[in-house]
């Protein structure tokens, strides 16, 4: 059995090693969003977090026949929503710790290619951006410290 640092086995009595990850990678909607926006917000804020966390890609997926699949975060992804409240003080929490973070903000419903939507976040001072998602990753204390007050996603 491998165990890296961002994760803890315990042996299970049928021999197989159920996995704890001492990490945590927890997404965080607003909770006016529609359906559409939820699932939009959520791929986008996930997206980013193995170009900056590398260690949470796990390895290729192939099937039997050998088709090669792309390799995907190797632990959950917690899916958790609060109100507009609830995301700035998540946000705070999270840069005040030094965690992982992406933000998605109102605006970037409005903008259709990445150089719009970076520009529209640069455009918009940290304490005034309108958060409809974050994303946190980091040690699993600190991401539930960060969540205060969120609800999971029904």
Do not use: C
């Not at 359906?35 to 917000?41: E, G, K």
């Not at 998605?104 to 903008?111: M, S």
């Amino acid at each position: 059995m491998r165990t890296t640092t961002a994760e803890t086995a315990t042996t299970t009595p049928a021999g197989t090693a159920p996995v704890r990850f001492d990490t945590k990678v927890a997404v965080l909607l607003r909770d006016d969003l529609e359906t559409w926006q939820r699932l939009n917000v959520t791929a986008f804020l996930v997206s980013g977090l193995g170009t900056a966390a590398s260690e949470v890609i796990g390895a290729p997926y192939e099937d039997a026949d050998s088709t090669a699949y792309l390799p995907m975060i190797r632990q959950p992804v917690l899916v958790f929503e609060g109100s507009k409240e609830t995301l700035t003080a998540a946000h705070a929490r999270a840069l005040s710790r030094s965690l992982t973070t992406a933000v998605f903000t109102a605006d970037l419903f409005g903008t259709g290619n990445d150089r719009d939507n970076r520009a529209a976040v640069r455009a918009v001072r940290r304490d005034a951006l309108d958060l409809v998602g974050l994303v946190v990753y980091g040690p699993r204390n600190a991401v539930d410290k960060v969540l205060k007050g969120a609800r999971m996603h029904p």
